[in-house]
């Protein structure tokens, strides 16, 4: 009789023990399962790079009207923006001095940059790999607020430079966005990016109608108030009035003094790209 009376809470302990094990299997089922569900089944795909979209196809013609009808969606400042009360980025000893852009010679095309209001068929973006409780993700911003110009003299891109509202990045998930525009960025102190080319990107040959050309372009990178030195490899293409160019740098986060992304759900490696596909018409 005794032996039935102790084993009464030796079997309400198993229970116990049963339901503590099963609420913790739970919960590590719960964490892992769920950034995978919603990682495979209920996020969107992020959206192809700029090197594997690649340039637009358009005939003569086609590029023609799109020059025509084509209207820049938003006017910023063609120089970043001094914040009173900071210092500005070419006036830091970390920061690299921007050289003069060379002048266009006689007979020298210029070309304004043109936006539509189409991300996915021109903007300046961001991608970032993350990794949500053990799953592997992309975190991509991109916008359609930028401005900017070159300048075509015969086989050589002799000037150009574009600036990007960094206010204006958006990507997929809101709590993304509000962290990039606030710690991470800080865009309310530094709202504008800009990338200057330092020295004329040689193209080899004049470029034909529809020949897709890959080059090197030299220039400056102003990201979070710090200017750095950068070299980017660009594909460009000219059919008729408009000039095409994509390509992406590889950004470090501390060369620009921008807090990692990480916290506690998400990790991120210490680097990102900014990639670009941009559309120029001729002035």
Partial sequence: ???????????????????????????????????FIYIHFIKSDAPKSAEQQGLPTRSSDTATTIATNTIATTTIATTAVSTPGTTAATTTPSTATAASTPAPSVGAENYKLTMSSDVTANYVGYRVTE?????????????????????????????????????????????????????????????TATFTITQPIDLGTVPADGTEITATATGNLTLHGVTKPVTLT?????????????????????????????????????????EFLLSFTKA
């Avoid at 084993?7 to 099963?22: A, D, E, Q, R, T």
């Avoid at 930028?146 to 206010?167: K, P, R, Y």
């Avoid at 460009?236 to 000039?243: K, L, S, T």
Wanted: aromatic share 6%; proline share 3%.
């Fill in 234 to 274: 660009v594909k460009a293409q000219r059919n008729g009035d408009i000039i095409d160019v994509l390509g992406s740098t590889n950004v470090k986060f501390a060369d620009y003094a921008i807090a990692n992304p990480s916290n506690g759900a998400v990790t991120t490696a210490d680097n990102g790209t900014i």
């Fill in 1 to 35: 009789m005794s032996d039935q009376i102790n084993s009464k809470p030796k079997k309400k302990m198993k229970l116990w023990l049963k339901i503590v094990i099963g609420v913790v299997l739970a919960g590590i089922i719960g964490a892992t399962a769920g950034p």
């Fill in 131 to 191: 990794n949500l409780f053990g799953q592997d993700t992309e975190g991509v911003g991109r916008t359609t607020a930028v401005t900017g110009s070159l300048t075509l003299d015969g086989s050589a891109i002799s000037a150009a430079e574009f600036t990007v509202d960094m206010t204006k990045l958006k990507s997929d998930e809101d709590n993304r966005d509000r962290k990039f525009q606030n710690e991470i960025m800080e865009t309310s102190t530094y709202p």
